[in-house]
Nanobody, 121 residues
């Protein structure tokens, strides 16, 4: 089907930056929206940012002006540039992609395994 592999997480001090990447592979026919979600301990998973195949993006209010989502359609990869990080950004960050696979026109959502982002001094 479709596999999503995230990378780029880690430990960073408050005010620092990180860039997350998520590469999709498998029997991909087409990828539509790609998104980043996060889940902090004891909290529900929440949408951080999303980007359509044409490049239109939207963000959670809590990250507007600090995070930037982008994608490289040729590489089936989505990125999340995170600047001015705060301790409350600490979470596991998950990549999500809406895609079709070869031989099946149904659009399904796929998830990566997650990457830990910790903002702490």
């Amino acid at each position: 089907q479709v596999q999503l592999v995230e990378s780029g997480g880690g430990l960073v001090p408050p005010g620092g930056s990180l860039r997350l990447s998520c590469a999709a592979s498998g029997s991909i026919f087409s990828i539509y929206a790609m998104s980043w979600y996060r889940q902090a301990p004891g909290k529900q998973r929440e949408l951080v940012a999303a980007i359509a195949s044409g490049g239109r993006s939207n963000y959670a209010d809590s990250v507007k002006g600090r995070f930037t989502i982008s994608r490289d359609n040729a590489k089936n990869t989505v990125y999340l540039q995170m600047n001015s990080l705060k301790p409350e950004d600490t979470a596991v960050y998950y990549c999500n992609a809406d895609a079709t696979v070869v031989g099946n026109s149904k659009i399904l959502g796929y998830w990566g395994q997650g990457t830990q982002v910790t903002v702490s001094s």
